[in-house]
Every structure is written in structure tokens, then in C-alpha cells.
């Protein structure tokens, strides 16, 4: 049987694409790739179907990774208790309400404690683990999550009395999104960096 190399791909999405292959209102991550790696999703050849490993919303940009390899994409996506790595998963995001210092200083106790998220589409209240929240401004903060709950990001502020307008993700594990990469475009994850997802 042929071999084919494993394929690792690094991505900076853009706000207004979806994380799936087929889609009839919105345009899909796929698309911004090459003819060759469509193929791998609508022909894949034998043990080389490309996927996104995880999603993000069509509202959210930033860091996704795309890979032919099934282990490699369950250890970021699973909890440590079916063999995944439990990676953090950082997102900067813009708040629609500015908030005072006391504010700020009770969304990152109440968000560290775990919180009840509210029902959202076929999902109902969950509880989720806890987080880490940084404010960069009253109205901006870096927030860290080691699960990925549907649009759990969101949901936290919804808990907490605010909704998030702009929502990117800037880091997995300790990958970090590349500065010098722009949104829509794409290239190989380098062997460092997938090194740096497991550190």
C-alpha cells in the first residue's frame, strides 16, 4: 500500500468562513486553500481525508490547523481523560460593554471559579471549567479555556452580563498565531511548532 506523507497546516482565519466542507450561506476555510488540498477533502486518497482540527465560529478568526492525521487532531480536540492533551486555547476578545476595575477584577474571579452557561441552540446549560482572564483594556481581555464547549468563549461573557463583538483565537497549547501571518493565509506548521503544541 502507498504511503503519503501526513499533511499539518497552520491557518489565520478570517471572520465569515465556516469550518466545514459544504456550506450554502456562508464560504468555508477550505476554499482559501489550494486546488491540491481541496481535493484531500472532497477526493481524499486512502488514510488522507484533510480536516480542521476542532472549529472556529464563522463570527471568529485566528489560529485553526487543518491535518490528514486522525491522532494528531484527537490529542488537541480530546480531554486527557480519552487520551487527549487538554490543550489551553487562548482568544483575545472585544467586549460590548466597557467594564470599571471592580468589574474587571469579577469577571476574572467568577470565570476562574467555573460558571453556568446559558442554553445555546441544541446545547442547554453547562458548566464550564475554569477560565483565565487578562483585561488588556476596559473593553478588551485575553481569556484561556481548557475545553471547547460549543462557543464556550461566548457563552462565559453571556454568563457574566456582556456579549463578545470580536472574538479571535491567538494560541493553542504554546503555538502561538504568527504576526507576519494575515488573515485568509496559510502554510505548513514547521516541526517547532508542532512541538510547541504539546510543551
Known amino acids: 500500500m502507498e504511503e503519503y506523507k501526513k499533511i499539518y497546516i497552520l491557518m489565520n482565519k478570517p471572520v465569515g468562513y465556516v469550518c466545514s466542507a459544504v456550506s450554502d450561506s456562508h464560504k468555508t476555510v477550505y476554499q ?18 484533510l480536516h480542521t482540527v476542532g472549529r472556529l465560529d464563522c463570527n471568529t478568526s485566528g489560529l485553526l490547523l487543518f491535518t490528514t492525521d486522525g491522532i494528531f487532531s484527537h ?29 474587571q477584577n469579577s469577571y476574572i474571579a467568577s470565570a476562574a471559579a467555573g460558571l453556568t452557561l446559558p442554553a445555546e441552540k441544541k446545547f442547554g446549560e453547562q458548566k464550564s471549567a475554569p ?24 457563552r462565559i461573557f453571556r454568563a457574566l452580563g456582556n456579549e463578545v463583538t470580536r472574538l479571535e483565537r491567538i494560541s493553542i497549547g504554546a503555538l502561538q498565531l504568527p504576526e507576519d501571518l494575515k488573515e485568509g493565509e496559510w502554510r505548513p506548521l514547521t516541526s517547532r511548532e508542532m512541538e510547541d503544541l504539546f510543551l
Open 131 to 154: 477560565a483565565r482572564v487578562n483585561f488588556l483594556s476596559p473593553d478588551s481581555c485575553t481569556i484561556t479555556i481548557c475545553e471547547g464547549k460549543f462557543h464556550e468563549v461566548r
Open 75 to 103: 490529542k488537541i480536540t480530546s480531554s486527557k481523560e480519552i487520551g487527549g492533551a487538554s490543550l489551553k486555547k487562548t482568544y483575545r476578545a472585544r467586549l460590548a460593554q466597557e467594564l470599571s476595575l471592580a468589574e
Open 32 to 49: 482559501l486553500l489550494s486546488p491540491e488540498l481541496q481535493d484531500l477533502v472532497t477526493k481524499p486518497k486512502r488514510g488522507q481525508r
